[in-house]
Every structure is written in structure tokens, then in C-alpha cells.
């Protein structure tokens, strides 16, 4: 996808409906900053509000991620490369987000292993060896419910009974044993338990 092109034409459309950036951001409910990004081909607008954002524009989404207005004969064809580039995308973002949850766990890890051996073997009270634990604790009790959220919507779980993918709910991570990525939980397709791997792709 091309983020420039799509920046220009997002321009052109709102131009064309006679809307400044801030009236088209205060009907899409964001900063008139964020359109100016958009505009800029500095970022792309957020699936969330793609829909709401063509239809001020009088678009359709396959013409937003096209760049231009899609003729109706390839229609078909450019929907489905976008649906492609846009899944592979997420698949990038997804595995950088497992990446980071690998780093700031291992980091967590090292501070709390660190104040734990400070606490050990330097010379000190006993309510300053306490409090060298605890501070030492904090990194990872902040970090704790982001890794978990990573865990529940970077890529899918696959059922091992049927083969179900799926982004399974942050109650069902929480409450789940797990041996690395691979967690033991219940599939809402086919109902039953299992150890299920996580994946990068749906399909
Ligand atoms: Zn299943």
C-alpha cells in the first residue's frame, strides 16, 4: 500500500466534500493532527474509523487503501491484494509485539534477579533488603497486564482438536496454565480443552 498516495487522496476527497481537516476530525471523533498525518502519508487512519472516515469521503474502503476510486472491473483484484498486504502487515506488527513482550519480560526478569542478589549479599538492614525486593519487583508488576494483553491479541490460538483459530478473550489468558506461548484453554468452536499453540496466521 501506498501511504503517500493514499495521504493525497484522502486530501482530494475531503477537498471535494468542502471539509476542512478539523471538520472532517471533529466528525470522526480525532485530532485535526491526526488527519494531517494521514494526509501527510505519515501514518495510516486506524481500521477502527476506516469506515466512518469513507463514508465522509464518499469512498469505499478498497478505494481508500487503493489510493484512487477502483474501477469496477478490477474491483475484485485490488480488494484482495489489499486484504493480503493488510494481513501481512498485521502479521509484522503482531511478531514485534511478541518480540517485545520477550524483551521486556527478559528485562523485568533482570532487574528483579538483580535486587534479589543486592538484597542477598550486600551489607544492609533488614527492612532496606525488603524494600530492595519490592523496588525490584515493580517493573514487572507494571509490565505484567501489557505482556499478558500482548499474549491474547498478537496473532491467534490454534485448537489442537479442530484446528480453530481464534483470539481467545483476557479472561481465558489470565486464567490459563501455559508452557511458553502454548496455553491449555477451552475453544469456543468446538468446546473442547487442549494445549493450544499460538499462530501468526489465520489462514
Ligand atoms: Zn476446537
Redesign the pocket.
Known amino acids: 500500500m501506498d501511504q503517500e498516495k493514499i495521504g493525497k487522496f484522502i486530501a482530494e476527497r475531503r477537498k471535494l466534500q468542502t471539509l476542512t481537516q478539523m471538520q472532517l476530525a471533529e466528525r470522526l471523533g480525532v485530532s485535526d493532527r491526526a488527519v494531517s498525518k494521514w494526509e501527510r502519508g505519515k501514518c495510516m487512519p486506524d481500521v477502527s474509523i476506516m469506515q466512518e472516515l469513507c463514508r465522509e469521503l464518499g469512498i469505499s474502503v478498497n478505494d481508500l487503501l487503493c489510493g484512487e476510486v477502483v474501477s469496477v472491473e478490477n474491483y475484485n483484484e485490488k480488494m484482495e491484494k489489499n486484504l493480503m498486504e493488510m494481513a501481512e502487515q498485521k502479521e509484522r506488527a503482531d511478531k514485534m509485539l511478541l518480540l517485545l513482550e520477550i524483551f521486556v519480560g527478559v528485562l523485568c526478569t533482570v532487574i528483579l534477579v538483580a535486587a534479589s542478589l543486592v538484597a542477598s549479599y550486600v551489607q544492609m538492614e533488614e527492612w532496606q533488603r525488603v524494600l530492595v525486593v519490592v523496588v525490584g519487583m515493580i517493573p514487572l508488576l507494571i509490565a505484567f497486564p501489557f505482556l499478558l494483553k500482548i499474549e491474547q491479541t498478537a496473532g491467534y490460538y490454534q485448537?489442537s482438536?479442530?484446528g480453530?483459530k481464534y483470539v481467545p478473550t483476557f479472561k481465558a489468558i489470565n486464567l490459563s496454565m501455559h508452557m511458553g506461548r502454548t496455553r491449555y484453554m477451552r475453544?469456543p468452536?468446538?468446546g473442547?480443552k487442549s494445549w493450544q499453540k499460538k499462530v501468526l496466521r489465520r489462514d
Request: hydrophobic letters at 10%; one cysteine or more.
Open positions: 485448537c482438536a479442530c480453530h475453544c468452536n468446538c473442547k
